[in-house]
Each structure stands twice: as structure tokens, then as C-alpha cells.
């Protein structure tokens, strides 16, 4: 028989499963992000002791493995003070004439459509260390940013 017609099973022609990415650089979460990481650990802790699929419960072990990393890599920081932006500082703004508002937070409580941007974000880094009325050069334009508040 040709070796075309050859098949062992479905296995070997599934993607494999690789271990879910981990952000480089520093673990920085505020608070609210280690309760989530915490949350999120004893929700995937459930899941595994209920799920009988193998297929299923082998990407929730994955799972649990990427949150229970990022439990213990966690570096919570301080809550934001002062007058300049800082990780955890809600802060206004105008960019090409609109007024945003966004939250600087760590990469797993990162939802940009709630305003939550990641720390490494270029628009973070660009509202990172600026003060209430600073300008800040963004995407290659001199001073696009004007902060308008800090909270």
C-alpha cells in the first residue's frame, strides 16, 4: 500500500500546542491585576477538576500554567501619586484633536477598547513621566499629545 493512503491516526495531523506567550520584560501589575491573575487561576483550577475532554483539558493545564507564571512573576506597584503619569495613572489627552482618556496598566489587564493600554504600549510610553499640560511627541509628530488631567 503507498504511503499516501497510510493513516495512523488524527493526531498527527492536528497544529501543535505551544505554551501561551509570555510578554517580555518586567511583570507589572497594579492591584486590580493580581486580583484578576488570582481570579483567573481559581476559575482555570475549576475548570481543570470539571473538564473530562482531553483535548479541552489539556489547553485549560495550559492555561493554568501561563496564569500560575504570571502569579509568581507579579511585581505589584505602588498605587500612582504625583504630578507626573506613572504606571496605574488614569490620564485625558488630546491626540489629533480628540480627547481620550486611558488607564496605564500591566499587559494582562490591558484592554485597549476600555481605555486600559499596557505599559509597553507606544502610546504609554509616550504619556509615561509627562505632567498637566506637558506635550509629548507621538508617532513620529512633535508634540501630538497635550495632557490635559491625571487621576
Given amino acids: 500500500m503507498s504511503v499516501a493512503f497510510r493513516r495512523d491516526g488524527d493526531e498527527e495531523h492536528l497544529e501543535p500546542k505551544f505554551e501561551v506567550p509570555i510578554p517580555p520584560g518586567p511583570n507589572l501589575v497594579t492591584a486590580a491585576g493580581l486580583a484578576l491573575v488570582k481570579a483567573r487561576i481559581a476559575a482555570l483550577e475549576e475548570q481543570v477538576a470539571a473538564l473530562a475532554d482531553e483535548t479541552a483539558l489539556n489547553t485549560a493545564k495550559r492555561d493554568l500554567r501561563y496564569w500560575k507564571n504570571r502569579l509568581t512573576t507579579a511585581e505589584v506597584q505602588p498605587a500612582p501619586s504625583g504630578d507626573r503619569a506613572m504606571f496605574g495613572h488614569r490620564v485625558r489627552f488630546t491626540l489629533s484633536g480628540k480627547t481620550r482618556e486611558v488607564r496605564i496598566v500591566g499587559h494582562d489587564e490591558a484592554d485597549p477598547a476600555k481605555g486600559d493600554l499596557a ?29 490635559l488631567s491625571l487621576a
Fill in 119 to 147: 505599559f509597553t504600549a507606544p502610546l504609554a510610553r509616550a504619556l509615561l513621566g509627562t505632567e498637566i499640560g506637558d506635550f509629548a511627541d507621538f508617532n513620529g509628530r512633535e508634540e501630538a499629545i497635550e495632557v
